[in-house]
């Protein structure tokens, strides 16, 4: 039996399913920072820890984060700078669409209020 070859399309696609949990989204955005103890993640998050933990699990499954002890505590961290780069990432296309989206608005309202003084 050979090994099974998964396309790169399709692997990306998982990749960003995995990402795909706000929750997920939020402890990448604060390991961008650097890594966390769990406990500090539980603060910022405010959910249960046993939710926090099996989000965890997900990206650590993924390799999308690391675990580690220091002494009695289990920090987190992202494998990679590659992560705290795609969040930067994320947020420049999100601010670019959304400020495109408002100048648009703009835009509309002054038509109509254009429109409505031609009248």
Known sequence: ????????????????????????????????????????????V???????SQQLAVLRRAGIVVSYRDGAAVLYALAGPDVADLMRAARRFLTDMLAGQAQLLDELRDADETAAMAR
Not at 1 to 13: C, D, H, I, R
Not at 18 to 38: C, F, K, S
Not at 46 to 52: F, K, N, V
């Open 1 to 44: 039996m050979g090994v099974v070859v998964v396309p790169l399309y399709q692997s990306k696609a998982e990749f960003f399913r995995t990402l795909g949990h706000p929750v997920r989204i939020r402890v990448l955005e604060l390991l961008g920072d650097g890594p966390m103890a769990v406990r500090d993640l539980l603060e910022a």
């Open 46 to 52: 405010e959910i249960e820890a046993s939710s926090l």
